[in-house]
DNA sequence: TATGAATGAGAATTCATTCAT
DNA sequence: TATGAATGAATTCTCATTCAT
């Protein structure tokens, strides 16, 4: 992470060329997943993508690329797989439900990919040291997940409540999650997802009596 | 071809020994908390310490113990403050609201070493890889969490959850006000706290029916 | 907080790379042989050699490698050289003169490598605090020349002696020979040769009278 | 081994002061011995010693005279208890078996002493790089021992040989004994001395027939 | 005399990046 | 495009020596 020079833009790409990116992209993630950031070296990447060291260097020309690309292609995952889950919901209630469990679900199927986004948003920093998935990454989600909690309060679904702090809340009971998988593989993802769906439910709901 | 060396065991060390470490300790904090611990290299510690980078090692013969001091500090500042105010609480409730409110009022009056420790249990590896604070720690304040939960349980307080789940979110929930923190100084932690502690409490009442 | 790497497998390597590899590894040879292994750094063998000191770990992840490869070359070179020559000779006293003889030629012939190679015996340690060169390597020289001194004392032509201890005699006496040429390069080799081999001629012949 | 104070001169030392100076050598001599002289820092010797590393800088301005304090005690602890035993013999065979056999007793009577003393004589180097054993060294102790030759051939009890030679073959013989100690403490000294002394009284005594 | 803290010069490694082929 | 060699900065750790108390 020394220098300036970017790739290029992701049109002018070659078949060949986004099949490459893609495969070091894969093998970034796993290998970042396994041993951490901060030993996650490029030299590591290539050894298990058993391509020479150079190749990576010529696709990204910085590390700070790959570990871009590794974002872009877990989140864009991400939402591809949760939002028509949580948009077929109609009521505020549902849509929380779903986004709870449409996120433990795709987390559960990706594994290795969100353990490495975790390890990333943790650690990863540019050369100028600044966090490469920085605060307003965070804002953004929180956010997104208080205009659909907000709609919840408006409709009456759900109590008052401080919408940020609930959203915070939710979004780091979910992000806990890859972190736990990382540390205890055998985790029950079902059960989790249904007991996180359970609590932020009832922490929710408008006061019944 | 590199050796390991212990330090001497706490019990002989002198006065000026102890400050030199805990000034060393707390520069270690400053720094892992501002720069994220990849980036805290003991050159840097030695730079905030206005020391040389050789009293570093001189009082602590390897990294490790380093982060093991910070460790140890922050984890027992944060006994000694939050557990006789959870002690002070009979029912359940109480001290799971005490257990959220006190955890919350530390990180606040903490904010540098909250941070650190974050920093050091997401990233910190020993030599052979394995992370410095290991999946057991994580286990154990769930389980001691988890003792306070089925407490509740029993006794009629709370409904019937899965406490090892609601004691991790629970714990997550904390644990990310230092994550925020360090990505938003302004955050009122206050309020988050009672948020939380609200949150908390309608995911564990027992349904009223 | 440092991890080990291994080089990749002799059979996979490039010709540029043995040479490589082979160039380093003589300049490792002068600088031991010159200065003693103690103060042979990566940086000296790196300066010897006019290339950046990454170039030397590039080649060889670490030092161990290096004087593993020093010993692998030295020991190699002096067997080819000297096995033919012993194995010429049919009777036990030839083979023995043979074995001073052709050890103190090869030493003569290859004296850079061979001080380098004693340095390594005497000194060169593993992290963990072993020797490089162990007890097993000694003894396994000493049970070679014994098995050959053994044959002589079977056919009749040595005389009763404790074979082990004369194999060590006469190991030492050659393994002191480069020993001397590091400190007095003016040494005769030729003529301690041919002195040596009466020595040993005269202490293992069967008693004339 | 960066500067150049010396120590006050033996003679104006007080008597606590040799005590010591000479408890620090010991603990020198028993570090060298048991982890090799690399490794045996300042730091090593002083907690050896159970003193705080001042006092050895205290009594010992540099490093280099601590080798040569342990050097000095050692060969004069040597010279003291084989020269009346060589002394004692008449014939030059005599004495050329005790010279043998003393040496390989006092070796086996101060096996950490010598041993240290071999590490020692083999790497340990002078800030300017030159070995504080050097040649002249080794050279003296094979003049003595030449002289000794000579008078046997001299007095016709020996065969013509090239009393150089002999004599520094002789000489390794024996040095090898504490590397072997070092490598194998089950070595058994008496029957290698014996073994020894007959080699020699063969290679060297005039011709029978 | 004794202590132990401090210093700063190396030492081995790791690693992102550059570059010639 | 691909390769892998080369570079040099950064990092942790060791150690002889100096120095204030």
């Not at 570990?67 to 948009?87: F, N, Q």
């Not at 795709?106 to 600044?130: K, N």
């Amino acid at each position: 992470m020394r220098t300036k020079t970017k790739s290029a833009p992701a049109e002018t790409r070659s078949f060949a060329e986004a099949a490459r990116r893609s495969q070091i992209v894969d093998c970034a993630i796993d290998t970042v997943a396994e041993m951490g950031f901060a030993r996650a070296s490029v030299d590591q990447i290539a050894k298990r993508a058993r391509v020479s060291k150079g190749v990576i260097t010529y696709h990204f020309p910085s590390k700070e690329e790959i570990v871009d690309a590794v974002i872009e292609k877990v989140v864009a995952a991400g939402r591809t797989y949760m939002e028509p889950r949580i948009m077929a919901e109609t009521s505020a209630a549902g849509r929380l439900r779903a986004y709870i469990e449409s996120n433990l679900e795709f987390i559960d199927a990706h594994r290795s990919p969100l353990i490495a986004l975790v390890e990333i948003a943790m650690t990863a920093r540019r050369a100028d040291g600044s966090l490469i998935i920085g605060p307003e990454s965070l804002a953004q989600r929180a956010a997104n997940l208080g205009e659909l909690l907000r709609a919840g309060q408006r409709s009456g679904e759900f109590r008052r409540f401080n919408t940020r702090v609930m959203a915070l809340t939710i979004i780091h009971a979910i992000d806990a999650v890859p972190f736990l998988l990382a540390r205890e593989p055998g985790l029950e993802v079902k059960l989790h997802a249904k007991e996180l769906a359970m609590i932020f439910a009832l922490a929710t709901r408008r006061e019944s009596s």
